[in-house]
């Protein structure tokens, strides 16, 4: 009976031991593991948004067409280049880099935020996404181009992002309202004749509604101090 009261005690004794030790690692390994999970946790949400510097395509959600221009001058209005919507999901011309405002650059692969002021700028020609006191060609909206030279143009070219939340997310739709003038970028599926036949148009329209959706598809999304993060084919 002693001596099964000895043993009993003895192995009480190394639980104790053992659990003493366990509960010591555990608190030191805790910091630890939440830092890490604060860190998986980050960079999970810096993926999910768009964010400055970005080469992206953008869709019109009501006509599945993507924002598009190509060194091709308007016949009438500006005469400046022409932007449109094309169906074509792998078309190069396709692709607008995300910039900040003049004179106020973003910082490389910070996230957008709603309201943000940003210039949407043609990867091929280097123009900006520009509107003005223009009539559009078929609908007789505001008309709605790519100018400047270089990436540089003027304080037409500026657009803020209208979102939800926090930051401009990669999957959520979105409106572009123009600085200047107040008019959504919107399509309303207006397609034009020759030389760019089947092609929409795209316009500046003073109303939000279900014209002027956009959300990014494929593209180049900047992470801070990293390489692009590529979202389907570039």
Known sequence: ?????????ANMERL???GGLFRGLLLHLLPLFLL???GCQGKESELNYVT???LVKLLNTRHNVRLHSHDVKYGSGSGQQSVTG???????NSYWQIRGKPGHPCQRGSAIKCGQA???????????LHTHHFSSPISNN???????????????DVWTVQCDGIYW?????VRFKHLGTEVFLSVTGEQYGHPIRGQREVHGMSSPNQHNWWRTMEGVFIQPSQEPLRHDEL
Do not use: P, W
């Open 1 to 9: 009976m002693y001596a099964g009261s000895e043993s009993g005690a």
């Open 52 to 54: 400055c510097g970005s």
């Open 86 to 92: 094309v169906e074509s999901a792998d078309d190069a």
């Open 118 to 128: 940003i210039r949407i700028t043609h990867m091929k020609t280097n123009r900006n």
């Open 36 to 38: 890490l999970l604060s």
């Open 169 to 173: 997310e990669r999957d959520e739709t």
């Open 142 to 156: 505001q008309e709605v181009s790519a100018f400047g030279e270089n990436g540089e143009g003027d304080d037409l």
């Open 16 to 18: 104790c031991l053992f």
